[in-house]
């Protein structure tokens, strides 16, 4: 029951996310730039409730991203499962009570994600490169991440142990010893 509750929730997060990226952040763009929740969304996801739930969800939303916005489809799809194989990876050897650790994962997330699709833009669409445009966007893009990950982290973090709680159960002395 509470694991169904959990994944509604988590999908209601994802619309309400879609929402905040498509129309509120269009009005609050630095240098006409918007953050990315999508990547933060997916590495929150894995990080609390772990890949075997992170990677599915980060498919489904990569897929219905692809669909609704991208011009070439996979590249969400691709880029966001990669996040949450990246995640996974952060949840096994760094802590997430840390905000420093948190923002420096957000950070990797976010260079990760936007490297690989400009990468996969440039081969599926032959789009010319452009590396000046493409560096200021990057960092525009990781500043806002990260303030909006100092912002919300703690509500993500009282919520995410929540659902660790729920999907992991108490593993923690396991980790360690």
């Known amino acids: 029951m509470k694991k169904s509750i959990v994944i509604i929730g988590i999908f209601l997060t994802f619309l309400i996310t879609y929402f905040l990226q498509s129309n509120f952040f269009s009005w609050f763009t630095i240098a006409g730039i918007k953050p990315n929740l999508f990547v933060m969304l997916a590495l929150f996801i894995t990080l609390f409730a772990g890949i075997k739930v992170g990677i599915p969800y980060s498919l489904f939303f990569g897929i219905f991203l692809d669909i609704v916005t991208a011009k070439s489809f ?24 840390s905000k420093i650790t948190i923002m420096l994962m957000v950070l990797a997330s976010t260079l990760l994600f936007e490297i ?23 960092l525009i893009e990781l500043i806002y991440n990260i303030i909006l990950t100092i912002i919300i982290y703690p509500i993500l973090q009282q919520v995410g142990y929540k659902m660790e709680d729920i999907f992991k159960g108490q593993k923690i002395l396991t980790k360690y010893f």
């Open 74 to 97: 996979g590249i969400y799809t691709i880029m966001l499962t990669a996040i949450s194989i990246l995640a996974g990876y952060f949840d096994k050897n760094f802590s997430k009570d």
């Open 116 to 138: 690989g699709s400009y990468i996969l833009s440039i081969i599926m669409q032959n789009i010319n490169v452009q590396i000046l445009e493409f560096v200021k966007i990057l």
